[in-house]
């Protein structure tokens, strides 16, 4: 045996020209099996690869079944559904919040009821003045043709209804505008300057005279009822509402003809668009009395809530925003009402319709100077008493 240098051991030279053994898959000399280029002998690599590729379950694969690519796991339903729940509601709040920013920017707070002087005490729940004014702000020769309202300048009250919210219910009543009563003494809304009494006069008088101030005063001074809140709409705002909600359904009880205010209606449920319905809550020489006017105008202000404030209407971005828009824009309130007041109210005159409450004239004694009317006031005091008290209203008007 001859030693061959760097060898690291003892043997013969081997010979570069001898072929070496083929590897046997079962040839374990070495714990080697032959794989990975080992020619049998132990501890030695010849480099030589059997070309084996590895596959699914050769035990080489990192996923399920010794694979490398795998199986993929099943999607975890349950998180998406929490995050996609999380993602509507957040979006839902960003909605909402906004709504109410803009919606509570574009009210006309320009009535404060603070310069009101000698207030009566606050009885139970809450109180609205919605008045219907004549007021053609805005409207241009065209609309006005078309609403049939007349070119008159300045604005006067068309239609005053006193809405109750308290423990017992909901009740309406509608103060007619040729009511008789006394114009107290008063603080001017501009001037400041307190006036005297200007004396017994029509209801509307009061308007005319000083605004709405002067209307919440002299309400408060001849019922004892403290208003808590006022709205006011001129005649544009309120077709601008009803057609914004796409129209409004009404049982009209008779044939109905009207040249001055327009109104020309058959018998029978029908839907009024907002040209219509201003014609209708507007009849007046056809009605035949003040008195009954306003309980068309109750009827339609209820049917027009009822229709309002609704899921379809609430929910629905393409009907909510053109109605809030066309009301907020023409709504005149006081300083202190907000969102959720004028919502509350909206509501009330729901439930006059649903028939959970009270609708009527404020209770008539008989004719008074200049085709007035005169209240009987120890049916006044009654129901004023009930409704500061929050009790059941059992006082009738005409």
């Given amino acids: 045996m001859t030693d061959w240098p760097n060898s690291g051991g003892v043997g013969p030279r081997p010979d570069p020209t001898r072929a070496m053994p083929t590897p046997q898959r079962g040839d374990h000399h070495g714990g080697h099996g032959g794989y990975g280029g080992y020619d049998g002998r132990a501890g030695y690599d010849s480099g030589y690869n059997t070309g084996q590729v590895y596959t699914a379950g050769s035990g080489r694969g990192t996923g399920p079944g010794g694979g490398y690519g795998g199986t993929r796991p099943a999607p975890d339903w349950g998180r998406r559904l929490k995050v996609g729940s999380v993602t509507l509601l957040a979006v839902l709040l960003v909605w909402s919040v906004g709504t109410y920013f803009w919606a509570d920017s574009k009210l006309r707070r320009e009535i404060d009821l603070s310069t009101v002087i000698d207030r009566p005490e606050k009885g139970?729940?809450?109180?609205?003045?919605?008045?219907?004014?004549?007021?053609?702000?805005g409207m241009s020769d065209e609309e006005k043709k078309e609403l049939h309202t007349g070119s008159a300048e300045g604005k006067r009250t068309d239609s005053m209804i006193l809405l109750h919210d308290g423990p017992q219910g909901v009740t309406m009543v509608s103060l007619p505008?040729?009511?008789?009563?006394?114009?107290?003494?008063?603080?001017?809304?501009?001037?400041?300057?307190?006036?005297?009494?200007?004396?017994?006069?029509?209801?509307?008088?009061?308007?005319?005279?000083?605004?709405?101030?002067?209307?919440?005063?002299?309400?408060?001074?001849?019922?004892?009822?403290?208003?808590?809140?006022?709205?006011?709409?001129?005649f544009g705002g309120f077709a601008e509402i009803v057609d914004a909600v796409g129209g409004v359904e009404m049982d009209i009880p008779r044939d109905i003809k009207d040249k001055k205010s327009g109104a020309d209606f058959k018998k029978g449920r029908q839907t009024l668009n907002g040209a219509e319905a201003l014609a209708f809550v507007r009849n007046r020489y056809e009605a035949g009395s003040d008195l009954e006017r306003t309980k068309n105008q109750q009827k339609f202000l209820a049917a027009l809530a009822n229709q309002t404030a609704t899921p379809s209407t609430v929910l629905n971005p393409f009907r909510l925003y053109p109605t809030m828009g066309a009301g907020l824009d023409t709504l005149i309130v006081d300083e202190e009402m907000g969102l959720f007041d004028l919502a509350s109210m909206f509501w009330a005159m729901k439930d006059v319709t649903g028939g959970e409450g009270v609708s009527m004239n404020m209770p008539i004694a008989g004719a008074a100077p200049q085709g007035s009317l005169k209240w009987d006031m120890p049916k006044v005091k009654q129901l004023v008493e009930q409704l500061k008290n929050g009790e059941k209203v059992t006082v009738r008007g005409e």
């Avoid at 001017?188 to 209307?215: C, W």
């Avoid at 019922?223 to 709409?233: K, P, S, V």
């Fill in 124 to 137: 139970e729940g809450t109180t609205y003045l919605i008045v219907g004014s004549d007021s053609r702000e």
């Fill in 177 to 234: 505008r040729d009511s008789w009563v006394t114009i107290p003494e008063f603080k001017g809304s501009e001037s400041g300057r307190t006036f005297p009494s200007r004396g017994a006069a029509k209801l509307n008088a009061s308007y005319s005279m000083d605004g709405a101030t002067l209307l919440v005063r002299t309400v408060e001074y001849n019922t004892g009822l403290r208003i808590d809140h006022y709205a006011e709409i001129g």
